[in-house]
């Protein structure tokens, strides 16, 4: 069965591997009604029919590898808490807010009772005592949902005391959020739980499976992450590991969106789909629209470098695409065509993280600023070439040494490796600079066309509907 | 004014109860506040501050660093145009001059009806459906200039009451945990044990 349903916005089946989507087929999918009927909850039973530890084992040799961002494995994680230090807390990170970034919403909203389900297995194997489950404020449908399942679940007694009458006992608190990004770093997460701003701690020592909520020890997983566990439990690691590939087995939601034919919400195969069957295959995206040519695009959320035609024979595999020179980071793709303004698509993404900086470290607070007045004058056709390079001055301060790029094998550069080193506390300061260094690298010609014809064209849009 | 109603207290308490801090409350119960008048009012700061055991100044310094709560009125409609990448390159920027001109605002301001107030807004995990928009948190999709003139005039004649509550009141469902199903919070420093379940045998 393929197709778009009109009930989840977005999302686009198609005849592949279902592990996380696989109710959204049905309009009533977030009911625990419907979610009883397709095996809910059976996961959460067969869990419990085991020793905790034994279910942690199997997490692990799963390598279920975490979805929010920076893809390390969900039960290696698990084991980073200390010994013997108890409450521990598992927060569960529903911010979603990466531009471009289109997943956990649709999961909180279309399978809630899967949500709940993995908290409440990721409790029972890491000996985790209260959850957590924090949803971005702005999505009130999403609140709702996960409120109506949780306190169905509740009643039904799936969460709470006794759990099916065992002798494991959890909250599940909904928590939720009140506008800011930033507030999706996991210490910054923690601190906004706690009461307070929701800035940034520094790491070491604030790894929050070490010193987390209230200090104590503390698993942050994301959503997605979270929602592969029902489906582990019920098929085991190996049924698992049998899809994708060694290094990221399982599958994926990918969020595509820009200029291509069908925009939308995929789950694919984690290490084998490539982004060029993602962008071109006809049960994806079907190409570019209007026939146009494909220029750029973000592999993997507003933070990552961007890639251009030379690199779409990389599949989802974390080592390759940073290998490459980016990361795959959310799972959102943002493609641009021909037609686009590079300069001012950029600007669109450093706005945002300038915008979004909490103004704890210098670097981010000043250079991102910085970065978007630049890059205005310039897009709006009064910048001078000093411009340019000030741009990467400022870069430099924010991430010193060469920043990560995609090769190209028409202006003959080769690719600088992912990761990046960094002046800042979180990521959000070099993500301000990420796009505007990908586009200098791979589009410097029209950053200086907007200089050289300075004032004789009219400001242009980003893009256009069609 | 604007101290919590008699209900909204009682909620208030129901919800710190939940947490092994009362501080942790403190975002549930600026949602709570800007639910009751529409807005943040400094009674109310100073009503949660005196509920979680904080200075109302401390209140004030979590609350103002969320872009979702107010601290004076806004229109009855919060409407939010997403202008991040993906909606721009969808053409965000003609919908927001569009927007501006249908409602006679800049962006940033409200009507003088009291009807709308019209925000530019980051990236709303919608993008595959660009260029798109919230009002009081609520999508719309794929967002052309006829549908915008059509939702507009959709909320100023009360079409859409039904689907959409007036600025301030987000989830219109919550979260209630029966006294008899729920383990309950405790400070963490009383608990020193591993949960009962880590025992190395099978729960079940
Ligand atoms: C600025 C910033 C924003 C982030 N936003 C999110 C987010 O919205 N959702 C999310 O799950 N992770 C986000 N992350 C990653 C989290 O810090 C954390 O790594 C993740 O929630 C861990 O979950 P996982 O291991 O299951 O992926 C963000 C990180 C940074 C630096
Ligand atoms: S990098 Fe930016 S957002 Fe992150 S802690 Fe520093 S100032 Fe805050
Ligand atoms: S960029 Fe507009 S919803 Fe993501």
Redesign the pocket.
Known sequence: MSGTYAHAPGFIAGDRPKIVTSRFEYEDSYTLRRFLATDGYQGLRAALGRAANEVHDEVKSATVLGRGGAGFPAGTKWGLTPQGVYPRYLVVNGDESEPGTYKDRLLMERDPHQLIEGCLIACYAAGLSQCFLYIRGEMALAQERVAAALNDAYAAGYVGKNILGSNFSVDIVLHWGAGAY?VG?ETALIESLEGNRG??RLKPPYFPAAIGLYGQPTIVNNVETLANLPWLMLNGAEAYTAIGTKTSPGTRMVAVSGHVKRPGVYEIINGITTFRDLLYKEEFCGGIRNGNQLKAFVPGGGSAPWFTEDQLDIPFEGPQAGAAGSMLGSGAVMVMDETTDIPAAALTLTRFYAH??????TP??EG?TWLERILSRVVDGKGTMADLDQLIEVGTSICPGDFPHASNAKLGISAVPFPYKMN??????PSAYAPVNSALVLFREEFEAKIVKRNTIPVTAVGAAS | MSRFTEDNARLAKEIIGRYPRPRSAMIPLLHLAQQQSGYVTNDAMVHIGELVGATSAEVYGTASFYEMFKFEPVGKYLVNICGTMSCALMGSEELMHHAEHKLGVKVGGTTSDGMFTLEHAECQAACTEAPCLQVNYRYRFRVTPESFDSLIDDLSAGRLTAEIPDHGTVAKVLQHIPADRGVGAVPPESVTEAPEWLNGKAAL
């Open positions: 930033v770093e800035m940034p979004e900086s909490c103004g704890k470290c981010c607070r991102g800042t506390i979180c990521f959000v300061g």
